[in-house]
């Protein structure tokens, strides 16, 4: 891993304002790591980059000879029809800037439902390996930026759809679904930390595979298996203090004893205690 993408996971992300848990960091390195295990190659691209928090990581996971594409409204909001986000053109450029580099970065401004495929696969120099879709929030948007990424997605590239499950934006899901139920090339493979991950359905395996390695390598992820929309997904969630207590035997028994010494003290405290 470059130890310039360590340190923007590490302290980077942080100082650039956006939406975006940590652990998406973990993924995509895990994720990467994989592609390259296969020789998948290609751009980045990513739909609504905001202030850049996830696409710098992307970026950063480069190398030299390919590209990274930015689209978004920046400017233009007037096109911001249900106000999912506020891209700021110079501080992206800045903040890519301070913790990556702007060289292969190409900026799209503009409505990413009139992209045609063609255009961005000529403005990306070939197929998309990541593509995270994060831009409008409507049925309608989603649905035609999920097509977008299908038709530029490389062979054993990822799609990162954001808020899917996010109670606040219903026609992310609807989207979503509409996209899967109208013969989708691509589909999920694991959920975790705000995204939903796609592929082509041949690489799910593999990737579920390497994130649940990952999984165990890492102590900050934990993860179990589900369906989604008749597919089966990798769950990834944070490991929490409850769940460290609940492995550790050590740990429990610690706790179990201060609770009690405690409680104990509060009934001596309250004249309940003898």
């Not at 008749?230 to 550790?248: E, F, K, M, N, Q």
Request: glycine share 10%; net charge negative; aromatic share 8%.
């Amino acid at each position: 891993m470059k130890s310039s993408f360590a340190r923007y996971r590490s302290v980077g992300h942080k100082l650039v304002t956006g939406f975006m848990e940590p652990e998406v960091l973990l993924v995509a390195a895990a994720l990467d790591e994989a592609q390259r295990a296969r020789s998948v190659g290609g751009a980045v691209a990513e739909i609504g980059v905001h202030h850049g928090k996830l696409f710098i990581g992307l970026n950063l996971l480069q190398r030299d000879d390919e590209k990274s594409v930015a689209i978004d409204i920046f400017g233009d909001q007037d096109l911001n029809i249900d106000g999912s986000g506020a891209g700021d053109l110079a501080k992206f450029t800045s903040n890519v800037d301070v913790w990556s580099s702007m060289d292969g970065v190409v900026i799209h401004q503009g409505d990413s439902t009139k992209l045609a495929p063609e255009v961005l696969l000529e403005e990306a120099g070939g197929p998309v390996r990541f593509f995270s879709v994060d831009g409008g929030h409507t049925e309608e948007i989603v649905y035609s930026d999920m097509q977008l990424a299908e038709a530029t997605l490389a062979d054993g590239g990822i799609v990162i759809a954001d808020d899917v499950f996010n109670e606040f934006w219903p026609g992310v899901a609807v989207g979503t679904l509409k996209y899967l139920d109208d013969g989708a090339g691509l589909a999920p493979f694991a959920i975790g930390f705000n995204k939903v991950f796609f592929t082509q359905p041949e690489y799910c395996d593999y990737y579920q595979a390497e994130l649940e390695s990952a999984a165990h390598r890492s102590a900050r992820i934990q993860h179990t298996t589900s369906v989604f929309a008749g597919h089966p997904v990798l769950l990834l969630g944070p490991v929490t203090a409850v769940d460290v207590l609940r492995r550790s035997e050590t740990l429990r028994t610690v706790y179990h004893r201060t609770y009690r010494e405690l409680v104990r003290g509060l009934q001596k405290v309250s004249g309940q205690g003898r």
